[in-house]
């Protein structure tokens, strides 16, 4: 089971084993973890699950398709490493990924 | 607060998932009990119509939350129960299997109930209404490449429907008794829309038509209508809207009207009682009208308000409402109400494309927005929308302009 590290905007950190092939938002939301809302439940359709992949772990991310593209232009702070977690499946080779959630998800 | 206070939410809807756990992270710590008259854990009702229907995701894969978060947060739940009535005096509440459990804290998230109709064959082996999962695994053994399925009611869960069957390969025939298709939600220009796109995916629509009787012999075999036609269906499904769950309320004596009143902490007419998602009725400020909703948005929203409450902080309840529809590769996002509006604007090509915004107005101000395949225009609609001020038609019209532009900075 891969493991994922969620940082908060703080800086608190928390450590989940997850199955692979769901996703970082349902991780999460599976762990409690504060700061991924996920109001429409993974369909890609309120941008409340908004994350930044660690810089180190970008390149080894499938990239966003168009719809997410889309949505992540209107979440407050976007930035390049910015992606919806529910849009991001977790597989094996991602096992140590680091994940920083922003402050607000509005 | 004591430890031994007892929280009694009753339904295991999106609202109580939302609730329960979210009073764990607020300090609850007394115990929680969720009583459901289901048997399934609390699962996602919107891929009903859509994913699950369609065989994308299995039962397990809805679920809103899995079995060991319930357990790690003490959280007890009941399953197959039914709440009969409320003791207010004595904070008691009894099951219909005769059990009584005291409360100090009840929460009624008893969510709402489809709207049934009347009609000779309603009761005929492949005719159903579709709500729960019970009633979405039933459909699937009726479902298969070819068959016949009609649905009764052109609203967005007759649809949505419409759009997985026809995932299926199955014939799919909608008969709609208002107009047109999504008459009590959307715009001519919308409905049109996907009335369109439905024809287009082999979705046969027939609107001013009622149905009157469904036959067969045990199983549905046709669908009747008022002015002599007739469909043939292997499959018949109901789509004709939802009632609030309210008995237990009214049994109460709760003020009830067109839901379970609350206020905006989440709280009904009774302190130690509380409500949230489809079955209450609230204030809602950016409107300036109490509202029942049947959305996601509102159950989690509201149920997250009433988590606030019962732990004595509180936070009031102000969220624009949104919705979604998924049919077949069109994303539709729908920010706000659109009750009351007088002008439609609309941006893009709606009647050649699969991807427009529809601006629903009233005095130069923006009410909704319907957003298809749209995502920025839903968001910065919204916006839009909470910031009230007067936009310019031809503006919100011109596709050329970006919507980020008119938001007043």
Redesign the interface.
Known sequence: MPRVTYIQADGQAQEINLEAGSSLMQGAVDNMIDGIVAECGGSCSCATCHCYIDADWVDKIEPAGEMETDLLDCVSEPKDNSRLSCQVKVTDSLDGLVVHLPATQF | MAAKSRCIIIGASHAAAQLA?TLR?QGWTGSISMISNEYFLPY?R??LSKDYLAGAKNAEQIL???A??YN??DIGITMGVTAATIDRRNKQLQLEDGMTMDYDKLVLTTGARVRKIDIPGVDLDGVFYLRDLNDAQQIKLFTGDNKRAVIIGGGYIGLETASALRKLGMQVTVLEAMPRILQRVTAPEVAAFYARIHKEEGVEIVADVQAISISGDKQVQSVQCHNGTEYKADLVIIGVGVIPNTALAEQAGLTIDNGIVVDEYARTSDENILAAGDCTSHYNPIYQRHLRLES??NA?DQATVAASTICGNLKPYSALP?F?S?QYDL?L?IAGLSQGYTDVVVRGDIEGSRSFAAFYMREGKLLAVDAV????DF??GKRLILQGNQLDPEQLADDSLPLKTLIAS
């Open positions: 756990p992270q996602h919107p891929p809103i939350r899995p060991a978060i790690k947060c996601v948005q989690l949104w979604w998924d994303k996002q395949n749209r995502p920025q968001m910065f």
